[in-house]
């Protein structure tokens, strides 16, 4: 599922294994990350931290970031 609007990009996104996001620079919008299930690292910036289940984290645009 995904939504893209002039001001919104907003994706369903189901990881498996090692699947991820490699690191990228998104310039156009800020990101919501939202942990539905199980668990995920995170790296926004060079900074890392875990998501889990009902967590939320904002990426600036502009910011690069990853997710594993």
């Known amino acids: 599922w995904g939504y893209q ?23 156009e919008v800020d990101v919501l990350i939202v942990g ?4 995920g690292i995170v790296e926004v910036d ?3 931290a875990t998501l889990g289940a009902g967590q939320a984290l904002i ?6 970031r990853s997710l594993a």
């Not at 609007?5 to 310039?27: E, I, K, Q, R, Y």
């Not at 539905?36 to 668990?39: D, E, S």
């Not at 990426?59 to 690069?64: F, R, S, T």
């Open 5 to 27: 609007g002039d001001d919104l990009n907003a994706n369903l996104v189901v990881f498996h294994g090692t699947d991820g996001v490699a690191t990228h620079v998104n310039s």
């Open 46 to 48: 060079g900074e890392r």
């Open 36 to 39: 539905i299930a199980g668990a």
């Open 59 to 64: 990426v600036p645009k502009g910011v690069a």
